[in-house]
């Protein structure tokens, strides 16, 4: 019998979402029922609303999440009933030829479940990532479920589900930050100071943050900015260098994902530096860079999915990061919302007023 619940639905493309009866089925063969205890609003669930990912309405939204296992289906032994997880949505195949030769976080075959979770007339529901969760219970994949110590709080686990391993990761794992480098991150949202929080973690000796908004870069200092660029009112590139002894920053991350942002991160790095694209473009979006400066410059160009986390040795770890008082992750947390409030937190989202609002069921 499949489980009758309620989730947060976009229907149609820049439509306010709704919340809407879903039909959730049993676990299946390599799927996992998951109680959904608290879910992060996250700006791809905006993008998803406004039809920036793609056009497969109805989309079933939320997808950084935390919450106990229900059930699982037949041939399942990684995780059991009772288990509290963080939900994944790069649960890696292991066969792929990115997993064989041994860099997993780039698998080009990652699992969701199987099963589809529908509207009470039937419409299959897409859901955000391959995860959906502003809703009570979702079903995954059992991969995309993480295992962490029960006693973190779910409104802060959850957040690693998504953006707070995304900037993490795009520092760390992507951008490679290590002890006394210099770091600049444009766009202080949660992704972005996570990114921040990050290369504190790793080391970082001088970190910039670039916001529009004085209330993020307030928030940056708190999370480890060393300095702060308003770009509404400085130059982005010749700020960014005057703070490195004039020559860019070692790793310079667009946590925006604009040509104008992408641009700054460019020419604000020094040469051989690395530039960290984790802001998600909408397929609009073109950029014309001099070939010469991309050659000249030197250094990487990377893009950054998921912070190249394996969620089994980063979600973990992050944990114990908290616990030890080493990573704030509650500081990311600016209010606990309700299931139907999720369209207000986008409202918020929009004017800065948050960093992470989350559905707390
Ligand atoms: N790569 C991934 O795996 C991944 C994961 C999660 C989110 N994301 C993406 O990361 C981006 C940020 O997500 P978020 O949840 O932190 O969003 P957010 O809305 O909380 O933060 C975006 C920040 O950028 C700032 N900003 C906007 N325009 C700017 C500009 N021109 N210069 C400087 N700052 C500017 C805003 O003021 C805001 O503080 C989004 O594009 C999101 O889709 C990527
Ligand atoms: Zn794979
Ligand atoms: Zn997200």
């Known amino acids: 019998m499949p489980h009758e619940v309620h989730g947060v639905v976009a229907r149609s493309k820049g439509q306010p979402v709704s919340l809407e009866t879903v039909l959730v089925p049993d676990p299946g063969p390599g799927e996992a029922l998951v109680q959904v205890q608290a879910c992060g609003v996250c700006h791809t669930d905006l993008h998803y609303r406004d039809g920036g990912i793609n056009d497969d309405f109805p989309f079933l939204l939320g997808h950084e999440a935390a919450g106990v296992v229900e059930a699982v289906g037949d041939g399942v032994t990684d995780v059991a009933p009772g288990d509290f997880v963080v939900m994944n949505w790069r649960a890696v195949c292991g066969r792929c030829r990115a997993c064989r030769k041994g860099t997993p976080w780039y698998c080009f075959d990652t699992h969701n479940a199987t099963q589809p979770m529908t509207l009470a007339d039937g419409t299959e529901l897409s859901p955000a990532l391959g995860i959906g969760a502003f809703i009570e219970k979702t079903l995954v994949a059992s991969g995309q479920c993480t295992k962490v110590d029960p006693s973190a709080p779910a409104a802060a686990a959850g957040l ?5 391993m995304a900037g993490f990761g795009a520092a760390v794992n992507t951008g490679g930050v290590g002890r006394g480098d210099s770091v600049a991150v444009i766009g202080c949202g949660g992704v972005g100071n996570a990114a921040i929080a990050g290369a504190r973690v790793a080391g970082a000796t001088t970190i910039i943050g670039v916001d529009v908004d004085e209330r993020k870069l307030a928030w940056s200092r708190d999370f480890g900015a060393t300095h702060t660029v308003n770009a509404k009112d400085q130059d982005v590139v010749e700020t ?13 991350i667009d946590a925006v994902g604009r040509p104008e942002t992408y641009e700054q991160a460019f020419y604000a790095r020094d040469l051989a530096g690395t530039v960290v694209l984790v802001g998600v473009p909408t397929p609009d979006l073109q950029l014309t860079l001099p070939m010469i400066e991309m050659f000249g410059r030197g250094g990487a160009l990377k893009s950054s999915w998921y ?20 990573f704030d992750l509650d500081r990311f947390v600016s209010e606990t919302i309700g299931i139907g409030d999720v369209e207000k937190a986008f409202e918020k989202m929009h004017r800065g007023e948050v960093l992470r609002s989350v559905v707390v069921l």
């Open 240 to 252: 960014i260098r005057a703070l490195t002894g004039g020559f860019g920053a070692d790793v310079v």
């Open 307 to 326: 912070g190249d986390c394996l969620p089994s040795r980063d979600f973990p770890m992050l944990v114990d990061l908290y616990q030890q008082g080493r």
């Open 160 to 164: 690693l589900g998504c953006g707070v």
